[in-house]
């Protein structure tokens, strides 16, 4: 089961401030009636983009969103609940920043889904031009201080969750973490994630063979990148502290392949998509990728001669039967002249 948005329409909202740490609870606004339809859907969209996960069986979110959509609690009186739950969370976690609080029901297709979206308020200068009687122009600034403004990086934390009678999906968008979800919004949702880190690893891996071998017969790679991606995708998850970020994929592609396009980055995205993974934000899974195989061979002669994957990949080497040919270049540590 996944959510897709067939023409999603929100039919309920609500918004409450939370972050303020001089309050024990969210600042409760009055209920609203639906507006800036398009804006906010197009918000919720972008959840879609985020981590696939699972509640937890005894989720409390989870129980609260289903007693709304079964007509056992109103949908406002949730709201400030889950707001009050919210505001609890990242002020006793030290991570309070001041912000809106917004919950959605969205009639989708026939189907009923929830969006819970976390803003931080944003200071933005408004600016318009005013012109007098005498005819002269002047410009007028306003500060304003409690704003969420469009793009997707202002919208912080989201949800977006789908219920069916035996089972729930949740997508989570968290752009606090770089490694996916905070453990505080992971705890406030119930949630866990629904592939641990050895298994989006090894469905990554999967991603970029497929990636490698329709790019090449689509033209946009050179054939000699067999002979190196697979040891510059183990160098480039192997680094320190790297972490796969699904918003810079062109930076992936270069570090495995060498080079980047739009061509490379759409079809890389579709193997992402296909292996389900396309929204995922993670750190790699190190023993899921191990260090390219290391060779040993002996000639007739007695020489022992190691190599590893990566010379095999340098197009150096070659094997036709029991004969080996290896191209080598190399500097004399001494000149041969010189010797008595």
Same mark, same amino acid.
Do not use: W
């Given at each position: 089961?996944?959510?897709?948005?067939?023409?999603?329409?929100?039919?309920?909202?609500?918004?409450?401030?939370?972050?303020?740490?001089?309050?024990?609870?969210?600042?409760? /606004?009055?209920?609203?009636?639906?507006?800036?339809?398009?804006?906010?859907?197009?918000?919720?969209?972008?959840?879609?983009?985020?981590?696939?996960?699972?509640?937890?069986?005894?989720?409390?979110?989870?129980?609260?969103?289903?007693?709304?959509?079964?007509?056992?609690?109103?949908?406002?009186?949730?709201?400030?609940?889950?707001?009050?739950?919210?505001?609890?969370?990242?002020?006793?976690?030290?991570?309070?920043?001041?912000?809106?609080? /917004?919950?959605?029901?969205?009639?989708?297709?026939?189907?009923?889904?929830?969006?819970?979206?976390?803003?931080?308020?944003?200071?933005?200068?408004?600016?318009?031009? $005013?012109?007098?009687?005498?005819?002269?122009?002047?410009?007028?600034?306003?500060? /304003?201080?409690?704003?969420?403004?469009?793009?997707?990086?202002?919208?912080?934390?989201?949800?977006?969750?789908?219920?069916?009678?035996? $089972?729930?999906?949740?997508?989570?968008?968290?752009?606090? $973490?770089?490694?996916?979800?905070?453990?505080?919004?992971?705890?406030?949702?119930?949630?866990?994630?629904?592939?641990?880190?050895?298994?989006?690893?090894?469905?990554?891996?999967?991603?970029?063979?497929?990636?490698?071998?329709?790019?090449?017969?689509?033209?946009?790679?050179?054939?000699?990148?067999?002979?190196?991606?697979?040891?510059?995708?183990?160098?480039?998850?192997?680094?320190?502290?790297?972490?796969?970020?699904? $918003?810079?994929?062109?930076?992936?592609?270069?570090?495995?392949?060498?080079?980047?396009?739009?061509?490379?980055?759409?079809?890389?995205?579709?193997?992402?998509?296909?292996?389900?993974?396309?929204?995922?934000?993670?750190?790699?899974?190190?023993?899921?990728?191990?260090?390219?195989?290391?060779?040993?061979?002996?000639?007739?002669?007695?020489?022992?001669?190691?190599?590893?994957?990566?010379?095999?990949?340098?197009?150096?080497?070659?094997?036709?039967?029991?004969?080996?040919?290896?191209?080598?270049?190399?500097? /004399?540590?001494?000149?041969?002249?010189?010797?008595?």
């Amino acid at each position: 089961m996944d959510i897709i948005l067939n023409h999603p329409v929100i039919t309920k909202m609500a918004m409450h401030v939370v972050g303020d740490s001089a309050n024990d609870e969210a600042r409760h /606004l009055p209920a609203t009636e639906v507006v800036h339809q398009g804006f906010f859907i197009d918000r919720i969209t972008e959840t879609l983009k985020g981590c696939k996960c699972s509640f937890t069986e005894l989720s409390s979110f989870r129980m609260g969103l289903k007693q709304v959509r079964e007509g056992e609690l109103d949908f406002y009186e949730m709201s400030k609940l889950l707001a009050n739950s919210f505001h609890r969370a990242i002020t006793g976690n030290g991570a309070a920043v001041p912000g809106a609080f /917004l919950l959605f029901e969205i009639e989708n297709s026939g189907e009923v889904i929830y969006s819970v979206i976390k803003y931080e308020h944003d200071d933005v200068v408004h600016y318009k031009q $005013e012109i007098n009687d005498a005819g002269e122009s002047k410009l007028i600034f306003t500060l /304003l201080a409690t704003t969420f403004v469009k793009k997707p990086q202002a919208m912080q934390k989201s949800a977006l969750i789908k219920f069916t009678d035996d $089972e729930s999906i949740i997508h989570v968008v968290d752009r606090s $973490e770089r490694k996916g979800i905070t453990k505080y919004f992971s705890l406030y949702l119930d949630v866990v994630r629904e592939y641990n880190e050895a298994e989006v690893t090894s469905r990554f891996v999967n991603s970029v063979l497929n990636f490698v071998d329709r790019a090449i017969k689509a033209g946009f790679l050179s054939r000699d990148v067999r002979k190196t991606y697979r040891s510059r995708m183990y160098d480039y998850t192997h680094r320190e502290n790297v972490v796969f970020d699904p $918003e810079d994929i062109a930076t992936v592609i270069t570090a495995i392949v060498g080079e980047s396009n739009d061509n490379l980055v759409s079809i890389f995205e579709s193997e992402l998509k296909k292996n389900k993974i396309e929204g995922e934000r993670f750190e790699f899974d190190k023993a899921t990728i191990p260090r390219p195989a290391k060779l040993r061979t002996r000639t007739v002669d007695g020489i022992e001669i190691n190599f590893s994957q990566s010379h095999i990949e340098s197009g150096k080497y070659e094997k036709v039967g029991n004969i080996i040919k290896i191209d080598i270049t190399t500097g /004399l540590e001494e000149d041969a002249n010189q010797l008595g």
